[in-house]
T-cell receptor
């Protein structure tokens, strides 16, 4: 039973570019959340998707957007990349009130 | 801003010793969860304690929750080198939509 899978594992971009990160939830899970984790810090909640809609959003600018597909997979898009967007981006999935399961993340570096 | 704050920020112990880390938070919660993160990897859920519970055990893990002091502790008994990781507490508040709000973590090094 595959857990949460994220792609790519690493990505290097330059300032001003746009990036798309992908997440496949654990089998049976229908809710996907995205987190940003800067080096040495705890994860920060970006947003959560359920039934293909954004249900909650953290304190992130509109440059951060997402999508959930009918198969529950999700994408995180970031436009106009800034140096400060360099971080580990984590996807987590769950079903109902069960604890979230995390993927291993995408390491995004902005040059 | 982060709801939970862990203490200490870093901890170094010998294999076989116990490791204790604490988490404080600011507002009322529905539950508090502890996660482990190995270097460069995702987070692994360890244990969940609800606001009406005071203590929970899972294997070598013991978690306490004191809602009057808005604090929680995680005890790892008989530590192993494989316990080397960062440990995070995360709070859940229904008023905040049930999202996880993480603290800054405690980095634990278990020396063989």
């Amino acid at each position: 039973d595959a857990g949460v899978t994220q792609s790519p594992t690493h990505l290097i971009k330059t300032r001003g570019q746009q990036v798309t990160l992908r997440c496949s939830p654990k089998s049976g899970h229908d809710t996907v959340s995205w987190y940003q984790q800067a080096l040495g810090q705890g994860p920060q909640f970006i947003f959560q998707y359920y039934e293909e809609e954004e249900r909650q959003r953290g304190n992130f600018p509109d440059r951060f957007s997402g999508h959930q597909f009918p198969n529950y997979s999700s994408e995180l898009n970031v436009n106009a990349l800034l140096l400060g967007d360099s971080a580990l981006y984590l996807c987590a999935s769950k079903f109902g009130d069960q604890p979230q399961h995390f993927g291993d993340g995408t390491r995004l570096s902005i040059l | 801003s982060q709801q939970g704050e862990e203490d200490p920020q870093a901890l170094s112990i010998q294999e076989g010793e116990n490791a204790t880390m604490n988490c404080s938070y600011k507002t009322s919660i529905n539950n508090l969860q502890w996660y482990r993160q190995n270097s460069g990897r995702g987070l692994v859920h360890l244990i969940l304690i609800r606001s009406n519970e005071r203590e929970k055990h899972s294997g070598r893990l013991r978690v306490t929750l004191d809602t009057s002091k808005k604090s929680s502790s995680l005890l790892i008994t008989a530590s192993r080198a494989a316990d080397t990781a960062s440990y995070f507490c995360a709070t859940v508040r229904k008023a905040a939509g049930n999202k996880l709000t993480f603290g800054g973590g405690t980095r634990v090094l278990v020396k063989p």
